[in-house]
């Protein structure tokens, strides 16, 4: 980028950088017939004085224009007020994503995510984590008889948390093997090789392993997933590894999103492209 444009860069940056600023512009695409500086100034209850500073910072960005007495959204001022308010929805993850690394999820998923989690509420208590996987393995045990669903997972590392997992919570009080539950829900798992550990050491995850090797697939280029991505029907959670204990910071839910599970689709197809069954690897 050469100094013109750098310039021109930071010049934008700072004419929208101030919250009169976002009050301006937003005014102005509700107010397509245009407004002068006193009605301006009236509509967002600021002085005169202030509101024309900020007015010519934008007409000087190009992100408004003036005809006559009369300032106008531009075009360029409508893309990036666009822009700005996915900005504004995404910044409520950003106690998610922000503690991963960029590469792991591409940026283009995320994008086509974004216009669609704007409701979206993070958490950051271990109850509520667990109260909200509890009860999400409880429509799991309550349906994979007769209306199982999907249920695919992206990241998780450790089979014997799983094992305990699906001892203790997901199978409580069935009477099938893991294979028959497995098969019934469709169960599809990316990982990496760390979940190669378990294997060699616990005796109890060795046998399980030879039950799933077909539906697990170890993605060699990752050294260590920083999240997990769950998806039972249209239920997405993800949550994060913090600090050795999983999922006890930072994670949400979305249900009923189609956004959010094609989302989910498209991050799974990713790192199966990258994969190798762990049939391989045994």
């Known amino acids: 980028m050469n100094d013109k444009n750098t310039d021109n860069f930071f010049q934008l940056l700072n004419s929208i950088s101030s919250e009169i600023a976002h009050k301006i512009l937003n005014l102005y695409l509700e107010n397509s017939q245009g407004l002068n500086l006193t009605d301006t100034s009236n509509k967002i209850e600021e002085s005169t004085s202030t509101v024309r500073d900020h ?8 992100l408004i224009y003036k005809k ?11 893309f990036i007020l666009r822009y700005m308010k996915h900005l504004e929805i995404f910044n409520k993850t950003r106690k998610v994503f922000g503690q991963i690394p960029a590469e792991l999820i591409p940026s283009k998923f995320i994008q086509e995510l974004v216009p669609h989690i704007s409701d979206i509420e993070i958490k950051s208590d271990q109850w509520e984590f667990m109260t909200i996987s509890t009860r999400l393995m409880d429509k799991i045990r309550a349906e994979y008889k007769t209306n199982p669903g999907e ?26 093997p893991y294979s028959e539950f497995l098969n019934l829900t469709d169960f599809e798992l990316i990982s990496n090789k760390r ?34 991505l769950f998806k039972y029907k249209q239920t997405i959670q993800f949550f994060l590894y913090e600090g050795g204990k999983l999922g006890m910071g930072h994670h949400f839910v979305l249900e009923d999103n189609p956004d959010a599970v094609k989302f989910f689709d498209n991050v799974f197809n990713y790192y199966l492209n990258q994969s190798v069954p762990l049939t391989d690897l045994l």
């Not at 007015?55 to 190009?62: E, G």
């Not at 450790?158 to 997992?165: D, F, R, T, V």
């Open 55 to 62: 007015i010519n910072r934008l007409l000087d960005a190009n």
């Open 68 to 78: 006559e007495k009369f300032y106008f959204l531009s075009n360029f001022g409508s």
């Open 151 to 176: 249920l695919r997972v992206i990241g998780w590392e450790h089979l014997s948390k799983a094992l305990e997992i699906m001892k203790n919570l997901l199978m409580k009080d069935m009477d099938i």
């Open 195 to 228: 979940i190669l550990k378990d294997i060699i050491e616990h005796k109890e995850i060795r046998k399980m392993a030879e039950l799933i090797k077909d539906r697990v697939h170890i993605c060699e280029n990752i050294e260590k997933f920083e999240f997990i």
